[in-house]
């Protein structure tokens, strides 16, 4: 099954007067997807609802997975992406940051490109 994917929200700049950030609803039963642009930085942030929940990104081996159990009504945020660490080249997500969720209550994503 297709990743749900979270939508990044451009940095806007020093010159403008600020964006709305999109907001990714949690979802656990297909995980995440976020593109990881060249040369972008990404900051990705979790709002947790009522729940701890598990939000794992996954490195390209296994051994840069950044795991992280989020307390309840707690907001974390994570990133940058180095792009040969974390970013697909095969598969399903190529140019993709895969992102696991063990729950999804109550959670929220939203992501930044500067």
Not at 11 to 28: I, S, W
Not at 51 to 80: C, H, Q, R, Y
Not at 85 to 111: K, M, P
Request: hydrophobic share 45%.
């Amino acid at each position: 099954m297709a990743r749900t994917v979270i939508v990044p929200t451009v940095a806007p700049g020093h010159l403008t007067a600020g964006a709305q950030v999109t907001e990714t609803a949690g979802d656990d039963a297909n995980n995440h997807s976020l593109v990881n642009r060249a040369g972008s930085r990404i900051i990705l942030i979790c709002q947790n609802g009522l729940v701890v929940a598990t939000v794992t990104v996954s490195g390209l081996d296994g051994a840069d997975d950044i795991v992280k159990a989020i307390p309840a009504n707690e907001t974390w945020a994570f990133g940058p992406f180095p792009a040969a660490l974390y970013t697909q080249s095969t598969g399903d997500d190529i140019g993709s940051i895969e992102i696991e969720l063990d729950d999804e209550s109550n959670v929220v994503f939203y992501a930044i490109i500067f």
